[in-house]
């Protein structure tokens, strides 16, 4: 019930391109749903965040796209750059009641 | 440069040695915690502070003792580690609010020889 199931492991994108990652939930109490950034020797960094009351957020170059029903979400990188080759972690959580249950992270990596 | 500031950035210690993780926010959060992060892996909660008061022990062994001096401060004593607690100690605060974020720090490095 408190799992946050997040793939791929792994991703190799070309710069230009979209990079995908994709996460699926199963406690349906959860209410927030943000995504982190790590670049390695540094804390995750909150990138962009979206509650279940709408399907879509995007903050530049960077979309979620939110469903209820499938219990899913994903994060959009357009124009991938070599820039955005970090570790993402999605995560849920019920908004100021637990504390965020965390996927097992894309590394992704954006080559030229 | 985080909002959320840990010191020191690298730490190596024995296995007979006592060391402190500090932490400090000037956001005004109240909620402050401690995650552990080992390679290639998500981090993991150990601990959490409400007001000041500990209010999340997620079973951590006794050899790790959380300190919260005060709102702005958050402390880690550490006392007989072993090897397999080599790892980056992150922390992070959020406000009170409603989805209020998580801001993390950039970690200390812990190495237990």
């Known amino acids: 019930q408190q799992q946050v199931k997040q793939s791929p492991q792994s991703l190799i994108v070309q710069k230009g391109g979209i990079s995908i990652i994709n996460c699926a939930y199963e406690n349906t109490a959860f209410d927030y749903f943000p995504w982190y950034q790590q670049f390695p020797g540094k804390g995750p960094a909150l990138l962009i965040a979206i509650r279940p009351d709408v399907s879509e957020k995007k903050e530049g170059r960077f979309t979620i796209s939110f469903n209820k029903s499938a219990k899913q979400f994903s994060l959009h990188i357009m124009d991938s750059q070599p820039g955005d080759s970090a570790t993402y972690f999605c995560?849920?959580?019920?908004?100021?009641?637990?504390?965020?249950?965390f996927g097992k992270g894309t590394r992704l990596s954006v080559i030229a | 440069d985080t909002e959320v500031t840990q010191t020191p950035k690298h730490l190596v210690m024995g296995m007979t040695n006592k060391k402190s993780l500090k932490c400090e926010q000037h956001m005004g959060h109240r909620a402050m915690y401690w995650y552990k992060q080992k390679a290639k892996k998500p981090p993991e909660l150990m601990f959490v502070y409400s007001y000041e008061k500990l209010s999340i022990n997620e079973s951590v062994p006794s050899r790790f003792s959380p300190e919260c001096p005060n709102s702005s401060l958050l402390n880690l004593h550490l006392h007989a580690l072993q090897p397999e607690d080599s790892a980056l100690y992150l922390c992070a605060s959020t406000g009170t609010e409603l989805s209020s974020p998580l801001h993390f720090g950039n970690g200390t490095r812990l190495t237990v020889t």
């Open positions: 995560a849920a959580s019920i908004a100021g009641n637990t504390p965020l249950v």
